[in-house]
């Protein structure tokens, strides 16, 4: 993200009316300040097509009126060209935001942008379908089960675990299964 878009990056997942549960800004620290300070939130047009859009788009396509100047300031920190892409999930939103200072995304970039966040939120918010079976032998894994103890609790064959951790390895993107585990728990897809 950062080489794609050297003027900052804004992403966060799973907003409701309650907040959001991860947000992550890495548009510059002078903005922040800015945008802060003078309640921009209250107004932008960036954010007003975010949260009542899906899809993709670039910053000057939105069509929004920009009735307190947001986008001139924004451009004054090197916030000059964006895209933005959102998601809709059951009644969650998610989305990022990229800037640049010297042209607009192209179409290619934007696509890749678009492939990736959805990669993202599909691991965040829906446990990156994890099946059930998978979630079991997981979880049994990281209450310090073998594989043949894993086995005999789930009522399945040895054969059976291994296919299910070999599943979850790959859709998890790790190479064992102390690492499969590890990456379930930080995501919290084995809690309950």
């Known amino acids: ?113 678009e492939a990736k966040f959805t990669m993202w939120c599909e691991l965040l918010l829906n446990k990156a379908r994890l099946t059930e079976g998978e979630l079991a032998v997981l979880r049994a894994f990281r209450n310090g089960h073998g594989q043949r103890e894993c086995a005999a609790e789930l009522g399945i064959s040895e054969a059976t675990v291994k296919q299910r951790l070999s599943k979850a390895c790959s859709k998890l993107g790790a190479t064992s299964r102390t690492q499969a585990v590890a990456i379930a728990v930080s995501r919290g897809y084995l809690n309950g």
């Open 1 to 113: 993200m950062d080489a794609l878009a050297p003027s900052g990056w804004f992403m966060g997942f799973n907003i409701s009316y309650k907040g959001a549960e991860v947000l992550i800004n890495r548009y510059p620290s002078g903005w922040q300040v800015e945008y802060e300070e003078n309640n921009y939130f209250f107004g932008d047009p960036i954010l007003v097509w975010t949260m009542t859009k899906t899809g993709a788009i670039r910053w000057s396509e939105v069509g929004i009126p920009d009735l307190r100047g947001i986008m001139a300031s924004a451009a004054r920190h090197g916030l000059r060209y964006g895209a933005t892409v959102t998601k809709k999930y059951e009644r969650k939103r998610c989305f990022v935001s990229m800037a640049r200072p010297d042209r607009e995304f192209t179409d290619a970039e934007i696509e890749i942008v």
